[in-house]
Each structure stands twice: as structure tokens, then as C-alpha cells.
């Protein structure tokens, strides 16, 4: 029997404005080599400026990770010679990087909590992208995203199947996120996954030869490839052949792995510190006020909505998944201190939107406050629960205030005592032989009454009024 014995290097680009060595946007897309400089297209004579917001973002992310922080730290040389690098090499970290020794806890359904380990999280400038023209049988290198700062988070190989590196994968996106240091957009690029995976007999202490599988950029992507690899290293062991220790890619189409070129060790890539960046020398103040400033985590958010909101484990998750909506319940409900009401509005109802790409998630139209006014008012029946999901609908669409889409749609209730108390007199004239059955005993005919009566009152009175006037009129009648 063989076990299956998986480690990640993670690859995130940091939410900085400009790049991490030049003042070049870092922001996604642009038209081909129009968001570069001399300096990250590599050309010689220049000199690169550390970017200090990202060295501040890489230490966000080790603090999210439970990191030890490097108080001195520098910059290295990794030598190799592919079109996307202009330098022919990429400023990284080897031997002194930024974080080390972290721990992220995950939890995969069923089988309970599991640590794994970090070795350590380095800071490091991304490569550019070559486009493949296959008509024309050329590649052609743009270089908008060569500069643009990356951490790489490389795991311990502490994982031993496809589900806990989701779990793991899904709960740092969700820390990056939270620390606002990375949207982890995985089909921008944003996020990518090098897998390492290789198998070891049981009872066996030394690891196998591993193929590491490289730039997944989607989950379902990530487990696909690691499932098959896992199949084909298991095929070549029992058919008594070697592994080869290699790089190789995934072909989404397929769902297999092909080989991509020998896999190289550090030494292969001749690293030696980067001449042109002094290191940099981190205070405890400076690292003190970066912890100060980060927000409360998902853990300690989830362990607040259960205990304290009382809500159920799965609608919590349901929140924290997006920081954005985990903001945006935490201030309704400093308004509307009502967190089940506030809690099941957004899950049925306005994530239901977002869903269907109605709303983006980070620009709301209304504030929280104004929607925490929508579920109390709905909640106290000033509103029929239905209206309140259409005023949502209007408030999406046009940005209108509560106040004025139920004013001029006639959504309040009124509350017209009058009007109840003629309309269910009406009724019950008009409906004498289903009055009579009730007062013979067919209770369940009382159903029919009120469904008449809420029908013609809908927007004047609440159902529990008309309920109770209704009750009153029978009750005098027998």
C-alpha cells in the first residue's frame, strides 16, 4: 500500500498599487507591455527600489499564519534563463526569508482538526506571461505582470489527499483576503498552486520520489491533478519502474499530467544575495503596529457568530467565506441587533443576488444600516415579507432609499382599523355558508376566511391583526 505524501508552494500576488522594485501599476489586465518600465522589462542600468508596502503585506500574511517574523532579511539571485524573465533571473528570498515556522489549522469534514506546518513565506517579484499563438506558431512574452510583488508560501508536506490541500488552499485565500493583502482571484492569477506529490510504501520513513505539478489556478483544478498523480505514481510502482523526479503540467481538457522538464533543486538555479537591495532591518515597533492592524480573523469570527450570535455552524461559515459580506453583517447588526433576522436575510436573500451576478459583493448599493432597517421592518411587520424581498430588489437596482421605494409602491403596512374591520365584515357576509360551517365545528375552514381576508387587506394590516379581528367577529357570531 502506498501513501500519498503532498506539499504546496502557493503563490500569491500581493494588492499593492505599484510593483514591487518600480512604480509600474500592479493592477490586472491593461493592454500587452503597456504597464512596464525599463527597470521590471530588465534593462541594463537600472536599479530597483524595494516597494514598502509589500514587505509590510508579506509580514500581514506570515502574522495570519502564525509566523515567526525575520527581523533582518534580504534578497537573492534565482539564475534561469525563460523568456517570461527578462533578467534571466528573479529576485526571491532563499536564504533569509521574511517568515518562518508558521501553522494554519484546517478542518476537512469528518476527520477533525489538522496542523500543517509552514516552512516559510518569502517575498519575491513575479514573472511576466507568454501568450501562445499556435496559428502563427510563436509565443510572445508580455511583461504587465513581470514586477508585480508575489509571497510564496511553501507548506511542509503534511498533506495526504486532495481534500486537505482544499481545505487548505480555501482557509489561506480566506486569511489573505481578511488581512487585505490579496484578492486571491484564482482565474486572474492572483492565486496559484505548485503541488508536490510523491508516494511512500507503508511502514517506510523515507519519502518518494516526487513530481511536483505546476501553476493550478483553480480548486477543482488542484484536486483533479492531484487525484490523477496520485493514480499514475501508484501505476508505475506496482509495474515495479521508477519515478522521475520532474516538473510537469496539467491539461485541464484531459484531466492528466504531462511532463514539463527535469525537476531542479535549489542549487541548480546558482542563487546569490541580489547586490542591488540593501536588506532590511524590521523593528518590533514596525512589526507590533502591523499586527495592530489587522482585522479579526475567520476562526475567531466564526467562534463569535456561534457563540454569541447563536447562529448555526453552517450559516456562519456561510458568512465568513467573504469578508466583504462578514462586514457587512457585523454592521447591520450594530444596528439592528437582531443577528438570526439579519443573519437569514443575506443568506436567502441578498447572496441569492449576488449569486446570480445581480450584485458584487463589494459594492453594495446601500449601506448596511439601510438594510438592517429593511429586515426590521420586516421583522415587526411594518412590511409584508414578500414586499421585503422585492424593496431589496429595487434597492439593488436603482439605490433607492427603504423610505422611498415602500412610499411610492405602497408597502407599508398601515395598520387602518377601519378598513380591517369593514373588510372582514364583507367577507364574512359574502361567505355565510363557510361561516356556518365553522360555527358547526369545521374549524379548518378558518383557513379559507383569513386566506380571503389577508388577501384584501395586504398592505393595510398586519396578518397577526387581521388574524385576531377575524377570531373576535367568529367568536361573537356563536
Given at each position: 500500500m502506498f501513501i500519498p505524501v503532498i506539499g504546496l508552494e502557493v503563490h500569491a500576488e500581493l494588492l499593492t498599487d505599484s510593483k514591487i522594485f518600480c512604480g509600474c501599476s500592479a493592477e490586472f489586465g491593461g493592454d500587452h507591455n503597456t504597464?512596464?518600465?525599463?527597470?521590471?522589462?530588465?534593462?541594463?542600468?537600472?536599479?530597483?527600489m524595494l516597494n514598502k508596502r509589500a514587505v509590510e503585506y508579506a509580514i500581514r500574511a506570515g502574522f495570519t499564519m502564525n509566523c515567526d517574523i525575520n527581523k533582518l532579511t534580504y534578497w537573492d539571485r534565482k539564475n534561469y534563463f525563460y523568456p517570461d524573465l527578462p533578467t534571466a533571473y528573479q529576485v526571491s528570498q532563499l536564504y533569509l526569508p521574511l517568515c518562518v515556522n508558521g501553522k494554519v489549522d484546517i478542518n476537512v469534514d469528518g476527520e477533525g482538526s489538522k496542523q500543517i506546518r509552514i516552512h516559510q513565506i518569502h517575498l519575491e517579484e513575479d514573472a511576466g506571461k507568454l501568450v501562445h499563438d499556435d496559428f502563427n506558431n510563436v509565443s510572445l512574452a508580455d511583461y504587465n505582470r513581470g514586477g508585480i510583488p508575489l509571497i510564496e508560501i511553501v507548506t511542509e508536506p503534511d498533506f495526504s489527499n486532495a481534500d486537505e490541500v482544499k481545505e487548505f488552499v480555501e482557509k489561506i485565500s480566506l486569511l489573505l483576503q481578511y488581512a487585505g493583502v490579496c484578492e486571491c482571484r484564482m482565474e486572474q492569477g492572483q492565486l496559484r498552486v505548485d503541488v508536490n506529490i510523491s508516494l511512500m510504501r507503508q511502514g517506510d520513513e523515507k519519502l518518494g520520489t516526487r513530481a511536483e505539478i505546476k501553476n493550478l489556478n483553480s480548486i477543482k483544478s488542484i484536486t483533479r491533478a492531484i487525484e490523477y498523480e496520485i493514480k499514475r505514481q501508484t501505476e508505475i510502482l506496482q509495474n515495479g519502474e521508477k519515478v522521475v523526479q520532474e516538473t510537469r503540467r496539467f491539461n485541464e481538457n484531459r484531466g492528466t499530467t504531462s511532463s514539463l522538464r527535469s525537476k531542479v533543486d535549489a542549487h541548480d538555479y546558482r542563487y546569490f544575495p541580489d547586490p542591488d537591495i540593501p536588506a532590511v532591518t524590521i523593528t518590533q515597533a514596525e512589526l507590533d503596529s502591523i499586527r495592530e492592524q489587522l482585522p479579526e480573523l475567520p476562526d475567531t469570527r466564526l467562534e463569535r457568530y456561534i457563540d454569541e450570535y447563536k447562529l448555526t455552524p453552517v450559516n456562519a461559515k456561510i458568512l465568513i467565506a467573504d469578508r466583504a459580506i462578514s462586514d457587512f453583517f457585523d454592521e447591520a447588526v450594530k444596528s439592528y441587533n437582531k443577528p438570526k433576522s439579519i443573519s437569514d436575510f443575506i443568506i436567502v436573500e441578498l447572496l441569492r443576488r449576488i449569486n446570480l451576478g445581480e450584485l458584487d459583493a463589494n459594492a453594495i448599493p446601500f449601506s448596511a444600516q439601510e438594510f438592517a432597517r429593511l429586515v426590521q421592518a420586516a421583522d415587526e411587520q411594518k412590511i409584508a415579507k414578500n414586499n421585503a424581498k422585492t424593496t431589496l430588489r429595487y434597492m439593488i437596482e436603482t439605490g433607492d432609499s427603504l423610505d422611498k421605494i415602500a412610499e411610492e409602491n405602497g408597502f407599508w403596512i398601515k395598520e387602518d382599523r377601519e378598513k380591517l374591520v369593514s373588510t372582514i365584515d364583507k367577507i364574512l357576509?359574502?361567505?355565510?355558508?363557510?361561516?356556518?360551517?365553522?360555527?358547526?365545528?369545521?374549524?379548518?375552514?378558518?383557513?379559507?376566511?383569513m386566506g380571503q381576508c389577508t388577501k384584501a387587506l395586504r398592505g393595510v394590516c398586519t396578518p397577526q391583526s387581521i388574524?385576531?379581528?377575524?377570531?373576535?367577529?367568529?367568536?361573537?357570531l356563536k
Open positions: 504597464r512596464c518600465c525599463p527597470s521590471c522589462a530588465g534593462f541594463p542600468g537600472t536599479l530597483p357576509a359574502e361567505n355565510e355558508n363557510v361561516v356556518a360551517e365553522y360555527l358547526a365545528g369545521e374549524v379548518k375552514v378558518f383557513g379559507y376566511l388574524k385576531k379581528e377575524l377570531e373576535d367577529k367568529l367568536g361573537k
